[in-house]
């Protein structure tokens, strides 16, 4: 069976934000760059799939500037077999990533679609479901846990107030959620042997799809800023606050 | 023509909080709000959107292949009967997260997820990399596709409103998914999205078992018990207890942080609430930043305290 997993290049999750001083968007030179977490889970799920015998072969795609080949190769060193680039510097939005997804698919026919749930950048939290829609394919959101037998797959998903268990017919989309697995660290030597492995790149005119953004950016800015208040000596203080001052109890 | 269509949140029986907030979005749009009630043996819930006030009309799909709300199966309602309206909300609940952008893609519109703010009918403000920035953005569709952040907008009056019920029809099942079971979290509590207060644990408690502590403050504030994502991820407690950017987003009145340092993850999800206490050994913990109210000490000694005082 071959998998495909969908991967973003963002701003690492442990850089603070900086909002441009025009307000056209955040500070995105010189900042580190890294795979979306949740797509780093996703891949990690597909290898898992590969070592259990279950995946013959896993694709790792990504949709953006050049730099993305960075992305991929760090994809390739995680286990990816290959790789595909969509390259473009259009600022692409959920729906033109579904679409170029949707049209790699048409050719590369994979059974199983694993992808992050959200990309820490935008959080949008739509690609998956989209994708899933233009495919007519099921979909199976914020998976916990991931089981694949025969033509279906039967996927735990966190839901609001529990979890929740679906049997999905394949092909499917699944994203993940943070608890579906821990990815493991990249080695030395599979770094060295995933600049070996072929990175094709593809264009949104070869493939046929507009990615013109259809949401104009207006502005962006901070949020307010919440003040610190005042520290309280103990908890008689401070239930004497909570009444008197806030008067939330 | 503004027309407004909001996908409720509903049980069978009742709906469910989110849908009068996404309700309140609508009304910032303005326009006809019509709410959509789609499930199986759900007349109850449609009677009850009925009553929400300022809602024009209820539509409600009904089916036994809707039972479990499936992603594919309702999508397909919301698409149905998507062209007479220009605007298309649901609350970014687990639910509508899974559901709208499928519908969205269907009609070729691009999802606006989580808005916080209404500012003209095209022009919306939703929080970016999880809250450190505020997007302004503005949709260029026929119809607005569009997920509610429901803590940004004050829940409407479940009742008072007095809208006609109509039938639509379901679309025929996928049969692409079917459902399984699900596991849902007994709680005694208020849910924690929807609790007026939130007492939370971190990394500081320790263990899953030091969370007990925390249940009388809960107890006596009649609070929901959350968590932060060094806590879920040390096991003390299940993952829907997670507060934070990849967990719940909350804004209680009052929002009791104890043993949490305050990493930007946390902070994204419950940084709205009106008032923040932090209860915290260090000093210099970056929680008592955002706090209205913060305790230097040892929470083990002072949560006990805090329950005693709270019952003077």
Redesign the interface.
């Known amino acids: 069976m071959k998998v495909m997993v969908a991967v973003k290049r963002v701003v690492d999750f442990n850089v603070k934000v900086r909002v441009k001083g025009d307000g056209t968007g955040v500070e995105t030179a010189n900042v580190k760059m890294s795979m979306n977490p949740f797509d780093e889970i996703a891949l990690e799920e597909a290898v898992r799939l590969k070592e259990a015998g279950v995946a013959t072969e896993i694709l790792a795609v990504s949709c953006g500037p050049v730099a993305c080949q960075e992305t991929l190769r760090t994809a390739l060193a995680i286990g990816a077999d290959r790789a595909i680039l969509v390259q473009t510097d259009v600022e692409l939005q959920p729906l033109a990533v579904a679409k170029l997804l949707k049209s790699v698919i048409s050719k590369e026919q994979p059974k199983l679609v694993v992808m992050g749930k959200q990309a820490i950048d935008d959080d949008s939290n739509q690609t998956g479901q989209m994708l899933a829609a233009l495919l007519g394919w099921s979909q199976a959101t914020f998976a916990s846990k991931v089981k694949i037998a025969g033509e279906g797959a039967e996927v735990t998903r966190e839901v609001d107030g529990g979890l929740e268990t679906l049997s999905v017919k394949l092909p499917a989309v699944v994203t993940t959620d943070l608890r579906l697995n821990e990815p493991r660290y990249v080695t030395l030597p599979n770094i060295m042997k995933a600049k070996k492995k072929p990175l094709e790149t593809l264009t949104p005119d070869a493939l046929g799809v507009d990615v013109t953004p259809r949401l104009a950016i207006l502005k962006v800015v901070e949020p307010p800023k919440r003040k610190a208040g005042v520290k309280v000596a103990d908890a008689k203080a401070l239930v004497d606050k909570l009444r008197n001052e806030a008067k939330v109890i | 023509m503004t027309q407004v269509l909001v996908l409720a949140e509903h049980d069978g029986k009742t709906v469910r909080k989110a849908t009068l907030n996404t309700v309140a979005a609508a009304q910032k749009v303005g326009g006809d709000i019509h709410v959509l009630v789609a499930g199986h043996d759900c007349a109850a819930a449609a009677k009850a959107a009925a009553q929400i006030a300022g809602v024009a009309k209820v539509l409600h799909a009904d089916a036994p292949h809707l039972k479990d709300e499936?992603?594919?199966n309702v999508?397909a309602v919301v698409v149905a009967i998507a062209k007479q309206f220009s605007h298309i909300l649901a609350p970014a609940?687990?639910?509508g997260?899974?559901?709208?952008?499928?519908?969205?893609?269907?009609l070729?519109?691009?999802?606006?997820?989580?808005i916080i703010a209404v500012e003209s009918p095209d022009?919306f403000v939703r929080?970016?990399?999880?809250?450190?920035?505020?997007?302004?953005?503005?949709?260029?569709?026929p119809i607005k596709v569009i997920t509610v952040r429901t803590t940004a907008f004050d829940a409407v009056a479940a009742s008072g409103g007095a809208a006609a019920v109509e039938s639509v029809a379901a679309p025929a099942d996928?049969?692409?998914?079917?459902?399984?079971?699900?596991?849902?979290?007994k709680s005694e509590r208020p849910?924690l999205?929807s609790a007026r207060?939130v007492v939370s644990g971190g990394r500081g408690m320790g263990s899953g078992d030091n969370f007990k502590i925390l249940e009388p403050l809960a107890d006596g504030?009649k609070a929901a018990m959350g968590a932060s994502r060094a806590a879920v991820d040390a096991g003390f407690v299940p993952?829907?207890w997670q507060v934070g950017?990849?967990g719940?987003i909350v804004a209680p009145?009052?929002y009791v942080a104890v043993g949490i340092s305050g990493a930007?993850?946390h902070l994204a999800g419950m940084?709205d609430s009106?008032?923040?206490?932090a209860i915290n050994k260090d000093?210099e913990a970056p929680i008592?930043?955002?706090?209205?109210?913060?305790?230097?000490?040892d929470l083990f000694k002072?949560v006990p305290?805090?329950v005693?005082?709270?019952k003077?």
């Open positions: 499936l992603a594919e999508a609940t687990s639910h997260k899974n559901v709208l952008p499928r519908a969205a893609a269907l070729d519109c691009q999802q606006i997820s989580e022009t929080p970016i990399y999880a809250g450190n920035a505020l997007a302004t953005v503005k949709s260029a569709d996928s049969g692409l998914s079917s459902f399984v079971g699900r596991e849902v979290a849910e999205t207060a504030l993952n829907d950017q990849t719940k009145e009052l930007i993850q940084k009106r008032v923040i206490v000093e008592f930043q955002v706090a209205d109210y913060g305790i230097v000490g002072i305290t805090l005693e005082e709270l003077k």
